[in-house]
C-alpha cells in the first residue's frame, strides 16, 4: 500500500494534511512530519487542524504552518490526507462537513477501531504510534529524514508509547528512536519541552483532579468529573485539561482510569486507560461509540455528566466482576 500511495501522492501538485481534533503529539508530530515530506518531494501543502497547535508542541520546527481549515478549501487543492484519526467525525465539526464530498481523501492511522472511511487507507492496527507508520513509509519511499521530520516523528512516537513505557514499546520502535536520533533529535531538550515543563494552570488542573477524584472497587478503578463551568472558575483551558487521566492512572492498584468532563455543548468527553492487559478500554468505549486501543481509547456521549458517568462507570465494573 506504501506504493500505492507513493504513486498517488506523485500525480498530484497539492496535497493537504489534517489530523483530529484536540489533537495529542502523534497527531502533530504526524501531520508535521507528512508535510514537511511531501513539501520535500516539490509539493504544495497545507496543514490543517481545527484546534491548532497545543502549546507544548509549539516548538517543533514548522509548527506554525498547521492553521486553521480555511473558510473555503483551496480550488488547487487535490488530494485530502488525515493522519492519526480513527473515524472522519474526529476532525471536527467544520471539517468532517466542509470536506466529506472531497473526491480524494487518504486516511492513514493505527487505531484498531478505525471507521475506514476514504478512499485510500494505510492503516496498521495495534502500531506503536501513527508517527511509527509514517516512520516507515517515509523510509520506503526513499525520504531523507531532516532534523524537523525526525523531532516531529520522534515526539509522535515517544508520546502515543507514553515515553516508551507502554507495552506497544517494541524493539522495532526503540530502533526507529535510534534512527531519528542519528537523523538530529536532541533528546534531552525535546522530552525536557515536552514532559518537564508545563504551564502554572495544568498544575491547578491537577491539583483538581487529586482533590477530588475517587477511587473505588478495592482501588482498581479511580475516575474524576469536571462539571460545567469548572474551567472558568479555575480560569483554565481547554489544553490544561488533556491528559488528566495520565494523573489517577498512575495510582498503585489502578487498573483502570476514567476522566468524566462537561463539554457545555451537550456532550460529555471521557477518556479512558487501562494498565490491565486483560481489559480493552476500546472495547467499553465502543458500547457508547467510542473508540481507540486496548490501553487508551476516549468517548464523546450526549446527555446528563452523572448519567454518562454511571453508564460508562457501570462498565467498567462488569470487567472486574469477571
Known amino acids: 500500500m506504501y506504493e500505492q500511495l507513493y504513486s498517488r501522492i506523485q500525480q498530484c501538485s497539492t496535497i493537504a494534511v489534517t489530523s483530529h481534533f484536540r489533537p495529542d503529539g502523534d497527531a502533530v508530530g504526524s501531520t508535521l512530519a507528512l508535510g514537511l515530506a511531501l513539501q520535500a518531494m516539490g509539493k504544495k501543502v497545507y496543514l490543517w487542524n481545527e484546534d491548532g497547535v497545543p502549546v507544548r508542541y509549539a516548538f517543533l520546527e514548522g509548527a506554525e504552518l498547521i492553521a486553521p481549515l480555511p473558510q ?74 531532516n532534523k524537523a521530520m525526525a523531532d516531529a516523528l520522534y515526539v509522535g512516537i515517544s508520546t502515543d508509547t507514553g515515553s516508551f513505557q507502554y507495552g506497544s514499546t517494541t524493539p522495532e520502535v526503540m530502533h526507529a528512536a535510534a534512527e531519528l536520533l542519528e537523523a538530529g533529535v536532541d533528546v534531552a531538550d525535546v522530552n525536557r519541552r515536552v514532559y518537564q ?36 472558575e479555575l ?65 464523546r456521549m450526549r446527555g446528563g455528566l452523572e448519567h454518562c458517568r454511571e453508564q460508562v462507570l457501570e462498565a467498567i465494573r462488569k470487567e472486574f466482576a469477571v
Open 235 to 299: 480560569a483554565v483551558s481547554l489544553e490544561d485539561t488533556k491528559d488528566l487521566v495520565d494523573v489517577v492512572r498512575v495510582l498503585q492498584g489502578v487498573r483502570v482510569a476514567a476522566i468524566f468532563e462537561d463539554l457545555e455543548d451537550g456532550r460529555i468527553r471521557v477518556s479512558l486507560r487501562s494498565k490491565d492487559p486483560g481489559i480493552s478500554v476500546a472495547a467499553i468505549a465502543e458500547q457508547f461509540g467510542g473508540g481507540g486501543h486496548a490501553m487508551a481509547s476516549g468517548i
Open 72 to 145: 473555503e478549501v483551496p480550488a488547487d487543492l487535490e488530494m485530502l490526507i488525515c493522519v492519526d484519526t480513527g473515524d472522519w467525525k474526529r476532525l471536527g465539526d467544520r471539517t468532517q462537513v466542509q470536506l466529506a464530498d472531497f473526491p480524494l481523501i487518504v486516511n492513514i492511522d493505527h487505531h484498531g477501531s478505525n471507521s475506514r472511511y476514504g478512499h485510500m487507507q494505510v492503516i496498521e492496527p495495534e502500531t506503536a504510534a501513527c508517527a511509527f507508520v509514517l516512520f516507515k513509509m517515509l523510509k520506503a519511499w526513499g525520504i531523507s529524514l
Open 197 to 232: 515543563e508545563v504551564p502554572y494552570t495544568s498544575l491547578l488542573m491537577q491539583r483538581e483532579v487529586l482533590n477530588h477524584m475517587v477511587v473505588e472497587a478495592d482501588g482498581m478503578l479511580a475516575h474524576y468529573s469536571m462539571p460545567a463551568g469548572r474551567k472558568a
